[in-house]
Every structure is written in structure tokens, then in C-alpha cells.
């Protein structure tokens, strides 16, 4: 069993930065791939970045790229998010996610975290 715990979310003005952190914790060897998640209240969960473990590969939404950077810690069984210049669309729970193959849909996660919020404003 894996457990995931999110943290680094929070308040931030616009095209500032944060950093969220996906700590894995339990039987952590049994991921290959994390990916992040995230939900606005109304809108469909939505996948922004995901990272596959053995290689170190990335993927991300159009609507990040270039802006977020998802990267891996190995020693720590960490995963973060960094999020650059935010922008008020970006406001969302945020939830990171093991997935069974390198995808950014929700239908291919097979464990959720708790999800940390981050509010971007102008």
C-alpha cells in the first residue's frame, strides 16, 4: 500500500509561484508513474503534469506547458509541482495521483491523494 500527501499549496498574486510537494510514503518501489491533478469548483478534474519514474520523462496540458515543472526526488519519495507564473486559471484543488501508464486522464489513476488548494489573484 502507498500512501500520497500533498502539501505547498496556498495564496499567491498573479504570476507568482508556488511549489506543491507529493510525498509517498508505504510500499513506494509499486509506482511508475505519478501525474497532477487538478479541479476548479464546476470543471471536470483535469491532468496538468506527469512524470515517469524509471526515465525521468515528462508530460504536460497545453495549458501549462512552460509554466509548471514536475520533478522527482528520489531519496525522499517526493514528487513536486513547481508552478510558475500563475495566473487566476490555475486556481484549483490540486492532487497528485499514481497512474497506471503515462497519462494525464483521471481514468487511468489508481490512487488519488487528498488534494491541497492554491488560489491565484489578482
Known amino acids: 500500500q502507498v500512501q500520497l500527501v500533498e502539501s505547498g499549496g496556498g495564496s499567491v498574486q498573479v504570476g507568482g509561484s508556488l511549489r506543491l510537494s507529493c510525498a509517498a510514503s508505504?510500499?513506494?518501489?509499486?509506482?511508475?508513474?505519478m501525474t497532477w491533478f487538478r479541479q476548479a469548483p464546476g470543471k471536470e478534474r483535469e491532468g496538468v503534469a506527469g512524470l515517469y519514474r524509471g526515465s525521468g520523462s515528462t508530460y504536460y496540458a497545453d495549458s501549462v506547458k512552460g509554466r509548471f515543472t514536475i520533478s522527482q526526488d528520489n531519496a525522499k519519495n517526493t514528487v513536486y509541482l513547481q508552478m510558475n507564473s500563475l495566473k487566476p486559471e490555475d486556481t484549483a484543488m490540486y492532487y497528485c495521483?499514481?497512474?497506471?501508464?503515462?497519462?494525464?486522464?483521471?481514468?487511468?489513476?489508481?490512487?488519488w491523494g487528498q488534494g491541497t488548494q492554491v488560489t491565484v489573484s489578482s
Open positions: 495521483a499514481i497512474s497506471d501508464r503515462a497519462s494525464l486522464l483521471p481514468q487511468r489513476v489508481i490512487l
Open positions: 508505504g510500499n513506494t518501489y509499486s509506482w511508475n508513474f
